[in-house]
């Protein structure tokens, strides 16, 4: 039921720091523009994916000043429906952010066959964190350096957005949110960890897509992976083609193992005890060199000493288990075929070093630890400490693909096997639902990209108390589009029932 109507507001509208719960200058609300339905957003980012507005929406534009005048402003979006149900959402960002999220961007997994969040009335929002790499060079990090910046990227934008936001949102529909709601994907999801980790009274519900929870532990192991390709000159590199055959021949070993052949290795537990035979397979169609590039992907990356959260280790990429590994292999590949240093590269210089210019192959952990760990507490996200946000009957539904090139499952799987031994799975269950979906990569890859209806579960949910249960999704791969299967509670299939 929609509550309230939008108006435009005079502009600009200076928001006073004292409104926001961090420290800033303020925050400028500069622009805002009416968009109707179908009306294409003219913003670099949604240019590229032809984005449009699925309803009629005011979008706010502004700015949040930062204390050091040396670091950039954050730069926020809000989309703001005509007719607005009384709710918003927060969207992450994805990488290493630097872009506003488009608020007509479709969320992560949301079903596109059903009304999105701005159909559905509710104020969609976002920031770049505090930084621009639409004209600037997406591999530089050099902007890390500045403190004030590299908080505001880890977590602290979240907080001044959504601050931000609620003021707006008083002055434009005049009256405060009902709900606030977090959803985001990869970065998005780590920061969708953190906003309720660090700010568990400011959020209702969360939806999170495959997080970056160990966010130190995979910078040093993908930069462990760049460096592998540059010792053999090539050698051990892997082409998009060889890709397919490796993955082809996983799935030929594996695809049955649940009892059903749908070109998805659903029974992931059967798939891992396989290890010896893939190996054996996969051998004959690679070089010794390109066998030990795989090797290398799914070895883990250990340190000597505990994070700040506890952890030290962080499994390798499942490359053994049908994981396609090409989209992120040839961003690694590109990168060192063009003589340029990787993007994990160019972050260990700028924020555990803090010289752009510093040699990461001279990189020694235990030399650099507290700075590791100092990071550490900034940016990973794997803590299982959700007290407050359980207390306050706060929700998440976290959902992780296994066949994911970006974020290994092991490590969201060890994720939930932390919460559990905190919480215990019943307590646990009464505010977090973990989905493990077979097929499913990154977003855009894997064998069955799911959607679902997931913001409206998690509606349900916080308004209702009704738990999501029987969620069914829905393949957007063009090879199989249209197929549906059960979506379970950490599980796997096990052959019951049809897969379709």
Known sequence: MMHRMAKRIPLPLEIPAGAIGLPTRGAEVTKCTLFHTGDKDPEPFSRLFDLAFPADVYKYEGVIHPVDPRAPDIRFEAGMPLEWNGKLIQQGGSGVNGFVPPSCMPLHGQ?????????????????????????????????????????????????????????????????????VYFYGGSNGGRECIKAIQNYPEDYDGAVCFFPVLYWVLKVLMDARNGWALEETGGLNWIDRGKWENISQVIMDICDGLDGAEGHIISNIKAASEKRSEIEAAVRKIVTSEQFGMLEMLASPMSLPFPLAYGDVRLPGYPVFEGTPMFSHFEALAEAHKAGQRSVSDNIMAAVFAQDPDFDTHQF??????????????????????????????????????????????????????????????????RFMKFYLAPGYGHGTDGTFLITSDFLSALDKWVEEEKEPENLVVTDRSPESFGRTRPLYEYTYYEGQGSID
């Open 364 to 429: 020694e952990p235990e030399k650099w630890k507290d700075r590791i760990r100092e990071i550490s507490r900034w940016m990973d996200a794997y803590d299982a400490n959700l007290d407050a946000f359980a207390k306050k009957a706060g929700k998440l539904i976290l959902v992780q693909g296994t066949v994911d090139p970006q974020v290994t499952y092991h490590g969201t799987v060890r994720f939930y096997e932390k919460l559990k031994e905190r919480y215990g799975e019943e307590k646990l269950g």
């Open 111 to 179: 079903d596109r066959e059903r009304a999105s969040a701005l159909q559905q009335g509710y104020a969609v929002f976002g920031s770049d964190s505090g930084h621009d790499i639409i004209n600037g060079n997406m591999l530089d990090c050099s902007w890390m350096m500045n403190q004030e910046c590299f908080e505001n990227f880890a977590y602290h934008s979240l907080k001044k957005t959504k601050d931000v936001m609620v003021y707006l949102t008083e002055q434009v529909y005049g009256k405060k949110a009902d709900r």
